[in-house]
């Protein structure tokens, strides 16, 4: 199935993936322990009545995957007109926020799933389950809840979201991090952090630490999940080494990071070297559907570990979640113990507001004076620029340390321009993709996280160069020939592989992927036959070899064509050179190698 994943791809497909089950798609437990690697992919069942896949089953075969991965019932039915059957499924795929497609829109009597009973959309008795769950639950935009049928229940509880449309809240808390993060992805940029930390853990066996410092950020984002009518809090566990100062808060709109409403310092009446319950209320934020939230430095120095675990979203439904008191937005709850056990010292605290004012530029628009930086907090005003702005005057930077990697970081909105050139540069992957870029790479054996070989102590990205596989990093309009002098990056062959590295724009005709300009192997970068074997040598490639233009990324791509592979690349330290760096752009000929290598000057 990997295989098969990753043939699409391959191909420059960026569509949702649906991956179905065995025993006629029905059964995913297998996926417990061979889950396909990749993005966009929802996995599917198709839950029938027969022996081995009725309602007993369910956990096992999937429903046992609902609070970590996308779940969709492409089809589902009985086949006697007896609607049983179909009830008990819609009712479990509601409480466990599983998504269905009706099957079959087809006039074919008892012996097939048929929804409609004729021509004209009457519907059957399996049909009348459907539609009423449908009107019931208002999975039909614009009906009121129960829309007046007699059928629905009057014991659902509702809301009304952001648009005024009314539903069934979940039924079951959205689990974001326990031993792992769920349904989320992790696109921190604390370069720090470690994901399974048994150093402290509140329950479970590891939790997910960082060190605040530089305004880096602990972020997890899921589009469209932090619905404020269905959800009505946020719930974690934290742990500090240190006086800390920490903020929570709700952002929107992807690898842009437009902050909303205000943040909330969770440093207050947090107490050192124990956990304290934190418990942060949604309705203190403007109501809508956001995509994720971060908890992120406010100090810019270093100090000492922050280690968070049990994060979720309280659903509505849920009684009893909040233990928060009456008027407070955010509750806190000091545990002297890294075990469930007995609370004391109840403490509430107001939300807090940073200084200064955040303006969020919508298509087409211009700003002036101040670009922003994704994840920075700074007093006075902090411009987001989005898709197809145009951006004039200072920026904005920081400064970011990756194990002795020291290096400035600038955020580009994707499609902007700016004027004149950077002066600091943008990091791409170092022990993690950082500032937006997105990781649209494919092959058998990528790995983002490879501790087989480190470069000064981060995790690398490795791949096997075989079959065209190429580690692919795009971020619209990022690529800029004009501010940027080219690409550094740290390259370990562990044999001689043929490599290329190319720019790449998206096809506004064909929404494909296509190359621009050069196409050269990374040893003619490095101005050397091939690439020395086992060892790191820093490559730099010149941006005036392309023709100038903003494009959309850049990959290392396999084009040997072999079959098989012989071995294994590993990419690390990757960035984009300021182009006032002018002493960079004159040394594409020359690559620094050294087993232990050393520091890059930023």
């Known amino acids: 199935m990997q295989q098969l994943y990753d043939t699409v791809r391959k191909a420059k497909a960026n569509n949702v993936v ?84 009706a099957w079959a829109w087809y006039v074919s009597g008892c012996g097939f799933p048929s929804v409609i009973s004729d021509w004209n959309g009457t519907p059957s008795s399996d049909g009348a389950v459907v539609k009423n769950d449908l009107l019931c639950t208002n999975k039909i935009p614009g009906n009121a809840t129960n829309n007046g049928n007699a059928g629905c229940s009057t014991s659902s509880t509702s809301s009304t979201s952001a648009t005024g449309i009314s539903g069934t809240l979940p039924a079951v808390d959205l689990v974001v991090y326990d031993d792992s993060v769920h349904t989320f992805t992790d696109q921190s940029w604390a370069q720090s952090k470690n994901t399974a930390d048994s150093t402290q853990k509140h329950s479970g066996s590891v939790s997910y630490s960082f060190q605040p410092q530089q305004y880096q950020a602990v972020w997890f984002t899921k589009g469209a999940a932090i619905d404020t009518s269905r959800f009505q809090g946020i719930e974690f566990w934290i742990y500090a080494t240190s006086s800390v100062r920490v903020a929570f808060n709700i952002v929107n709109n992807g690898n842009s990071a437009t902050k909303i409403g205000s943040s909330i310092d969770i440093s207050t009446g947090l107490a050192v070297n124990t956990w304290t319950r934190k418990y ?24 000492g570990t922050v280690y968070l675990d049990d994060i979720k979203l309280y659903a509505k439904t849920t009684s009893g979640s909040t233990g928060s008191t009456t008027g407070a937005s955010t509750s806190s709850t000091t545990q002297s113990s890294s075990t469930n056990g007995s609370s004391s010292t109840t403490t509430s605290q107001k939300g807090g507001t940073t200084s200064g004012s955040t303006t969020t530029n919508q298509k087409g628009s211009t700003t002036s004076g101040t670009s922003s930086q994704t994840g920075s907090t700074t007093s006075g005003s902090t411009a987001t620029s989005q898709t197809g702005s145009t951006t004039s005057g200072s920026t904005t930077s920081q400064k970011s340390s990756t194990n002795g990697i020291v290096t400035g970081v600038t955020t580009i909105a994707a499609g902007s321009t700016s004027s004149g050139v950077f002066s600091t540069d943008t990091v791409v992957f170092s022990g993690s993709l950082l500032n937006g870029m997105l990781d649209y790479s494919w092959g058998q054996g990528n790995d983002p996280a490879d501790t087989t070989v480190k470069l000064n102590g981060t995790v690398s990205y490795s791949f096997k160069p075989y079959n065209n596989a190429a580690v692919f990093f795009e971020k619209a309009g990022a690529i800029q020939t004009g501010g940027y002098a080219g690409v550094e990056f740290w390259y370990y062959p562990t044999n001689t592989f043929r490599v290329s590295f190319e720019v790449v724009q998206q096809n506004t005709n064909d929404a494909q992927f296509h190359s621009v300009g050069s196409s050269e192997d ?34 290392f791509q396999d084009k040997s064509g072999a079959s098989s592979p ?37």
């Open 18 to 101: 649906i991956i179905n089950g065995l025993d006629y798609a029905f059964d995913l437990s297998g996926i417990a322990n061979y889950a396909v690697k990749g993005y966009n992919i929802v996995y599917g069942t198709h839950p029938y009545d027969f022996a081995g896949k009725q309602v007993s089953n369910y956990d096992k075969s999937f429903g046992y995957l609902a609070n970590t991965y996308p779940l969709i019932a492409t089809e589902f039915g009985e086949y006697n007109c007896n609607p049983t059957y179909i009830s008990n499924f819609i009712a479990y795929a509601n409480a466990k926020s599983i998504s269905y497609t």
């Open 280 to 303: 942060i209320e949604l309705s203190q934020f403007p109501a809508g559907v956001y995509d994720g939230f971060w908890f992120q430095d406010q100090a810019n120095t270093a100090s």
């Open 522 to 555: 990374v040893a003619y970068w490095a101005g050397v036959t091939d690439v020395p074997l086992n060892t790191w040598s820093k490559i730099f490639v010149d941006f005036s070899s392309f023709p100038a233009g903003n494009y959309d990324g850049f990959w």
């Open 566 to 602: 012989s071995g294994t690349a590993y990419l690390n330290g990757v960035k984009l050179v300021a182009k006032s760096k002018a002493s960079l752009s004159s040394t594409t000929a020359t690559a620094t190698t050294a087993t232990t290598p050393t520091t890059p000057t930023p």
